[in-house]
């Protein structure tokens, strides 16, 4: 068995031996979106230090802790803190949480992630079903040997994000009131945020938002054949839209004023989820 596996295995059994409930649905929280973990019912807090082979997140606003529980009657496994290539992890190990999920036996993930809009009908607090995303600026997750255990070497990413758990989201925010808008999310590597030339590049080959993760995650998702739903915090004008220059206090605050829908939409999402 191929190293990765092997450690990815021994985490999950760590895991599994820590945690009262068998997770269903295994939720990434983006910059500032960790308060929904506080919703979370009947939790088992683990910090990312205790758990074998787990990279440690260095961002500020990305506390690192694993919380299972019950959220809307039905058992998650959230992550408060993701990891980022930027940060330095190799790609693979961006992606590791994700294949321990899976060996969880868990086949649903809800990725969120705080994003730059493009689109120019999209204003900051907007929230964003990701449809779809450009990734191919950056190494895939998959790079190096194909992990045989999780899937297939070439993986069809033709409906990255579920369209029927699309939908769910979609009547969610219907029914809680929300304008949920829809579109791409491009992958920027960071850490620095793009140009505007990048991102007039970004919008012209289709992108409404553009962010720094997500789509590590959900390669690795699809890969091993789990069903994904994304959601986009918009938490600024990507470069150049507006005249003025971006900061990572602007991300967090948004994220913070955004932070009450944010919750209210994941619950119904997930009451509905199937
Ligand atoms: N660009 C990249 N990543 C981001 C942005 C952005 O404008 N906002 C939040 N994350």
């Given at each position: 068995m191929e190293e990765y596996v092997k450690k990815a295995t021994e985490t999950a059994e760590y895991i599994s031996g820590r945690i009262k409930t068998k997770p269903e649905i295994?939720?990434?929280l983006g910059s500032g979106l960790g308060p929904l973990v506080n919703e979370i019912e009947d939790v088992v807090n683990i910090d990312y230090k205790e758990i074998p082979n787990f990279p440690q997140t260095t961002v500020q606003g990305h506390?690192?802790?694993l919380v299972a529980g019950m959220l809307s009657g039905r058992p998650v496994l959230a992550m408060k803190g993701r990891f980022h290539h930027y940060?330095?992890?190799d790609i693979s190990q961006v992606a590791f949480a994700v294949r321990v999920f899976k060996l969880l036996g868990i086949n649903e993930l809800l990725v969120t992630n705080a994003a730059g809009g493009i689109n120019k009908s999209f204003k900051p607090g907007d929230l964003m079903l990701i449809k779809d995303h450009i990734g191919f600026f950056a190494p895939s997750a998959l790079r190096g040997k194909n992990l045989d255990e999780f899937g297939t070497r070439f993986p069809d990413m033709s409906e990255a994000y579920s369209r029927a758990l699309g939908e769910i989201a979609k009547k969610a925010a219907e029914s809680k009131g929300f304008n949920l808008r829809e579109g791409v999310y491009a992958?920027?590597?960071g850490p620095m945020y793009e140009t505007p030339a990048e991102i007039r590049a970004l919008s012209i080959l289709g992108a409404d938002a553009v962010g720094m993760s997500t789509v590590p995650e959900v390669i690795a998702a699809r890969h091993a054949g789990m069903k994904v739903l994304g959601i986009s915090c918009i938490t600024n004008m990507a470069a150049g839209i507006l005249d003025q220059?971006?900061?990572?206090?602007?991300?967090?605050e948004t994220a913070k004023m955004v932070e009450e829908n944010f919750t209210a939409l994941v619950k119904e999402i997930v009451v509905n989820w199937k």
């Open positions: 295994a939720i990434v506390e690192g802790k940060e330095g992890y992958f920027a590597q220059p971006l900061n990572h206090e602007e991300v967090m």
